[in-house]
C-alpha cells in the first residue's frame, strides 16, 4: 500500500492527526508539503500539477495507491486504523470521533477570525471567543476526560488525544493574537492529557524530525 499525505508545511492537527500515527507504528508515507504558490493552482483546478486530484480544492488529502481521500476525520480514522491508534471496538471508536468532530467545530468557531482582515474586528472575535465558546468547549472535553486515564478512548493513546494535543498546542503557541496562549490551562485533565502527549518519545522524535526551529523552540517551552 502507497501512502501519500499532502498538506502545508505547517504542524496544525487536521494533518498531523495522520501524518503522527504513521510514524509512531513506523510505516511509511510520502509526506508531501506544497509550498504555497501551488495551492492557487489546486484551488483553480481541483488537483495538483501532476495531476493528483484534490477533493473539494482543500487540504490535507490522503492519497492510497493513487486515490485521493479528503476531509479530516476521514483521513484521520483511516490512518489511525492502519497504525493501530483507532479502536476496534464500536463504542471506544465512537468516542474517538465525537473528539476530532469537536475539534474540527472549534476550528470552525476560530475560522472567521482569520479571515477577517480588520485588525479591531478581529480582536473583538477573538475576546469573545475567548470569553464564552472556547472555555465553554473545552469544558465539554474536560469533562469526557476520567480521573483515573489520560486518554480519551480505549485506555491508550488515540488520534483523539494526537488531535487534541495539537489544537491545544496551537492555541499555546501564542500564533493567534488576542486568544490567551493559556486559555486551556485551567483544564486539569485536559493539560494532563496535553503533557502525556507531549513526553511520549515517539512524539518528541517526530517534532525534532519535522517542526521548523520556531515550533521546536514553542514546543520546549510548552514541556
Known amino acids: 500500500m502507497e501512502l501519500k499525505i499532502i498538506y502545508f508545511d505547517f504542524p496544525f492537527w487536521r494533518a498531523e492527526v495522520a501524518r503522527i500515527p504513521l510514524f509512531l507504528a513506523d510505516i511509511k508515507f510520502e509526506d508531501y508539503r506544497i509550498k504555497r504558490e501551488e495551492f492557487p493552482y489546486i484551488k483553480e483546478n481541483g488537483k495538483m500539477s501532476d495531476g493528483t486530484i484534490i477533493p473539494f480544492t482543500q487540504l490535507p488529502v490522503l492519497v492510497i495507491d493513487g486515490l485521493s481521500i479528503a476531509q479530516t476525520g476521514a483521513i484521520a480514522r483511516i490512518c489511525g486504523k492502519i497504525s493501530g491508534f483507532y479502536p476496534d471496538d464500536l463504542i471506544e471508536a465512537g468516542k474517538v470521533d465525537q473528539i476530532i468532530d469537536t475539534a474540527t467545530d472549534i476550528n470552525l468557531l476560530i475560522r472567521p477570525?482569520?479571515?477577517?482582515?480588520?485588525?479591531?474586528?478581529?480582536?473583538?472575535?477573538?475576546e469573545e471567543l475567548s470569553k464564552n465558546d472556547?472555555?465553554?468547549?473545552?469544558?465539554?472535553l474536560e469533562n469526557l476526560l476520567s480521573e483515573d486515564c489520560e486518554w480519551f478512548a480505549d485506555n491508550k493513546m488515540t488520534i483523539a488525544d494526537i488531535a487534541l494535543w495539537r489544537l491545544m498546542g496551537w492555541l499555546k503557541s501564542g500564533f493567534l493574537d488576542d486568544i490567551p496562549s493559556d486559555i486551556t490551562d485551567k483544564f486539569?485533565?485536559?493539560?494532563?492529557?496535553?503533557?502525556?502527549?507531549?513526553n511520549n518519545s515517539g512524539i518528541k522524535k517526530w517534532v525534532s524530525k519535522t517542526?521548523?526551529?520556531?515550533?521546536?523552540?514553542?514546543?520546549?517551552?510548552?514541556l
Not at 477570525?113 to 477573538?126: A, F, G, I
Not at 472556547?134 to 465539554?140: I, R, V, W
Request: aromatic share 20%.
Open 113 to 126: 477570525s482569520m479571515r477577517e482582515q480588520d485588525v479591531s474586528k478581529r480582536k473583538l472575535m477573538r
Open 134 to 140: 472556547l472555555p465553554k468547549y473545552f469544558g465539554y
Open 211 to 222: 517542526y521548523r526551529w520556531i515550533w521546536n523552540i514553542l514546543y520546549f517551552l510548552l
Open 188 to 198: 486539569e485533565k485536559l493539560s494532563r492529557l496535553f503533557s502525556a502527549v507531549n
